[in-house]
């Protein structure tokens, strides 16, 4: 059982930045995030392998957020750049055996952090 807690969420200006943090009580191999809107569905974000050589993001925030990780500390990140009022959700961690975008492939998650972002 993996246990994963975000962190760094917050109140930020459309145009802002925001790093978000994902600690993983052990070892995982693929992360990702998710964001949830108010009466929206689960929708994918970014994920990254266990050996960062492969990333994947939704075309929404392809360019303004990046992913990465630290395996020495179990932890990955969600750099996120040029906020929009539309990136306000609550931000997810998920970890899992394999890279996807499918948040069904995610065996572990973490309780949210929220983002909101005034215009």
């Known amino acids: 059982q993996v246990q994963l807690v975000e962190t760094g969420g917050g109140l930020v200006q459309a145009g802002g930045s925001l790093r978000l943090s994902c600690a993983a009580s052990?070892?995982?191999?693929?992360m990702a995030w998710f964001r949830q809107a108010p009466g929206k569905e689960r929708d994918f974000v970014a994920a990254?392998?266990?050996?960062?050589?492969?990333?994947y993001y939704a075309d929404s925030v392809k360019g303004r957020f990046t992913i990465s990780r630290d395996n020495a500390k179990n932890t990955v990140y969600l750099q996120m750049n040029s906020l929009k009022p539309e990136d306000t959700a609550i931000y997810y961690c998920?970890?899992?055996?394999?890279?996807?975008?499918?948040?069904?492939?995610?065996?572990?998650w973490g309780q949210g952090t929220q983002v909101t972002v005034s215009s």
């Open positions: 052990g070892r995982t191999y693929a």
């Open positions: 990254i392998s266990r050996s960062s050589a492969a990333t």
């Open positions: 998920a970890a899992g055996p394999n890279l996807r975008r499918d948040p069904d492939a995610y065996d572990y």
